[in-house]
């Protein structure tokens, strides 16, 4: 790759331009934008943490530029971020940009390792479990859009109003109840399999469960000075039972995280 500067500019210039095909004053495209350099930055902020080296640090930066690139076409196709009411937005990316050949709107062709990590990276960012047959580059890479990603999400779904994310209405979110499946699965502390999600407010819980799954100690420093995770669990539900299954989760993600950073 050229400068980092360089480089950057380049493929900033080339998102502006890609989404710019897009209606900006759609909710769902100004997130995704917003979320894609917030992604980006975290990537990076990462990969510093954890000692890479500039050419890896800008290879993390550019898997966060385009790791939802596949958004705005979901969004234009299916007007949903829900993958099983839609398509699988991540495997959508990889034919977008590997496929159609959008990779050479970003990032100079020729680069064949770099090329097969982005790939991968971007691939499995939203899988539920990474494949065993990752190298060590291709895991390293996959686990840093993958934390950076978790943060982030957590925070877009605070600043967001849930029902322009789960494609409901705040009437059904205050009345709706957590499915017991989920509920007892958060207590395994692992990310809730979307399989099992039946309700609208599971989404919240599945989200939130993302935090048993960051990888490395500078993410979950991020998540927790960010303060996003328990301003997500302060929703105020009218279900009494998911209400009191709300604090519940809450005082356990308190004691978790407290006993993570010992």
């Known amino acids: 790759m050229c400068s980092t500067g360089m480089e950057k500019n380049k493929i900033r210039t080339a998102f502006a331009d890609y989404v710019s095909e897009y209606d900006a004053s759609d909710p769902k495209i100004a997130l995704k934008i917003s979320h894609t350099y917030r992604v980006a930055e975290l990537c990076e902020k990462i990969a510093q943490a954890i000692g890479s080296n500039d050419a890896d640090t800008m290879l993390a930066w550019t898997i966060g530029m385009l790791h939802d690139i596949a958004r705005f076409e979901q969004v234009r196709i299916y ?11 991540a495997d959508f990316a990889v034919k977008l940009l590997f496929e159609d050949g959008l990779i050479e709107r970003f ?23 990474l494949p065993d047959n990752l190298g060590d580059r291709e895991l390293l890479f996959c686990k840093i859009i993958r934390d950076a990603d978790k943060v982030d999400i957590i925070r877009v779904n605070y600043d967001t109003p849930m029902e322009e994310i789960y494609n409901t209405t705040r009437e059904i979110l205050m009345r709706d109840s957590i499915t017991d499946e989920v509920y007892e699965a958060f ?33 979950r420093e991020i998540l927790k000075e960010q303060g996003y995770l328990f301003k997500l669990l302060n929703f105020e539900s009218e279900n009494e039972e998911t209400a009191i299954r709300l604090k519940n989760i809450r005082e356990y993600i308190r004691d978790y995280l407290d006993r993570d950073s010992k």
Request: glycine fraction near 2%; include cysteine; proline fraction near 0%.
């Open 187 to 219: 207590f395994e502390e692992s990310a809730i399999n979307h399989s099992i999600k039946r309700s609208k407010i599971d989404a919240l819980v599945g989200h939130v469960s993302l935090c048993f799954e960051l990888e490395f100690d500078i993410s």
């Open 107 to 129: 990032v100079d062709i020729g680069d064949e390792e770099n090329f097969d990590i982005i790939k991968k990276a971007i691939q499995y960012h939203n899988k539920y479990r």
């Open 79 to 89: 007007n949903t971020f829900i993958d099983k009411e839609s398509v699988d937005h």
